[in-house]
Every structure is written in structure tokens, then in C-alpha cells.
């Protein structure tokens, strides 16, 4: 059974810093496409940034890049996303997902999600 579970979400102040956490079962990480995403309520859910363990390749958001690092641990099978220098604009419930041929860093890519974790920027 391929299960996502997130953690590490919270309440932080502008220009603190997190760091997430996707603990994946039931699958090898390196034989699939690992994605975050966040979703503010009445918006739409959006890619933050994106991985392929088998190439390496990564994306991320013009919003989050230069701030936000997505790595990977395979002995542990844990994907992570630290989330430095935040803004109050980055205050949403932040999901990972995972597929295996996802070509894009968009939802509708991705068949495998995690339960969400809220992160609140705010003084």
C-alpha cells in the first residue's frame, strides 16, 4: 500500500524558517517523480517544487526559488522541503505527491498524495 505522510508544519514568523517532511511506504523513492504543493482555501492548488531522484532534475516555483530546498533521503524515504527567509504570502496546507512518469510540476500530474500539513506565516 504506496502511503504519504506529512509533518512538520507550523506557526513561524515572517523570515523564519521550517522544514517539511514526506515519509513515504509501499515504494521506492528513486523509481518515482516527488512533488510539494500548497493550497490557500478558494484558490487553486499549485507545484512548489519538484523531483526526479532518478535524474536529479528539479523545479521550483519563481515564488519559493532561492528560499525553498527540496531534498531527498533514500535510506529513509523521506522527501523534504526547508522553507527559509518566509513570507506571510507562503501561508497555505502544504502537500506532497508522488507519481512515476509525471512530466510536469502541476496537480493534475500526480496520483499518490499525502494528508497535508499547514504552515502559518504570521507576526
Known amino acids: 500500500q504506496l502511503q504519504l505522510v506529512e509533518s512538520g508544519g507550523g506557526l513561524v514568523q515572517p523570515g523564519g524558517s521550517l522544514r517539511l517532511s514526506c515519509a513515504a511506504s509501499?515504494?521506492?523513492?528513486?523509481?518515482?517523480?516527488i512533488g510539494w504543493f500548497r493550497q490557500v482555501p478558494g484558490k487553486e492548488r499549485e507545484g512548489i517544487s519538484c523531483?526526479?531522484?532518478?535524474?536529479?532534475?528539479?523545479y521550483y516555483a519563481d515564488s519559493v526559488k532561492g528560499r525553498f530546498t527540496i531534498s531527498v533521503d533514500n535510506a529513509k524515504k523521506t522527501v523534504y522541503l526547508q522553507m527559509d527567509s518566509l513570507k506571510p504570502e507562503d501561508t497555505a496546507v502544504y502537500y506532497c505527491?508522488?507519481?512515476?512518469?509525471?512530466?510536469?510540476?502541476?496537480?493534475?500530474?500526480?496520483?499518490?498524495w499525502g494528508q497535508g500539513t499547514r504552515v502559518t506565516v504570521s507576526s
Open positions: 505527491a508522488a507519481d512515476i512518469t509525471a512530466p510536469m510540476c502541476v496537480p493534475y500530474e500526480y496520483d499518490y
Open positions: 509501499g515504494f521506492t523513492l528513486d523509481y518515482y517523480r
Open positions: 523531483i526526479s531522484d532518478t535524474d536529479g532534475n528539479t
